[in-house]
Nanobody, 126 residues
Framework: QLVESGGGSVQAGGTLRLSCAAS????????MAWFRQAPGKEREGVAA????????YVADSVKGRFTSSQDSAKNTVFLQMNDLKPEDTATYFC??????????????????????WGQGTQVTVS
């Protein structure tokens, strides 16, 4: 299962750090992605990290503000979100599956790529 944490309410310009801890997965995975979904909008992939090679992807919509990192020893990935804007308000999900390294860190994936999903954590920016 995947368990996200770290969401909350912040003012514009603030920071949050989301965590996603993986445990009990039935097969080996290597690409951890972050998605977000605002009410009435499609789910958007914002970042990913290939835990094997340690390279990450960040969507253009959040580039320069969001970064993805990992703590391999704890099977945990992080989404550091800086300079948050009201348009970042959404439920944030982590997801994982086995994905080729280049595909993972080049952003060549979609929601349907991932089998495992967390429950989501709410981020509200006012």
């Amino acid at each position: 299962q995947l368990v996200e944490s770290g969401g909350g309410s912040v003012q514009a310009g603030g920071t949050l750090r989301l965590s996603c801890a993986a445990s009990g997965l039935t097969y080996s995975v290597n690409c951890m992605a972050w998605f977000r979904q605002a009410p009435g909008k499609e789910r958007e992939g914002v970042a990913a990290i290939h835990v094997g090679v340690g390279r990450s992807y960040v969507a253009d919509s959040v580039k320069g503000r969001f970064t993805s990192s990992q703590d391999s020893a704890k099977n945990t990935v992080f989404l550091q979100m800086n300079d948050l804007k009201p348009e970042d308000t959404a439920t944030y999900f982590c997801a994982t599956d086995s994905v080729g390294a280049f595909a993972c860190y080049s952003g060549s994936w979609a929601a349907r790529t991932f089998h495992y999903w967390g429950q989501g954590t709410q981020v509200t920016v006012s």
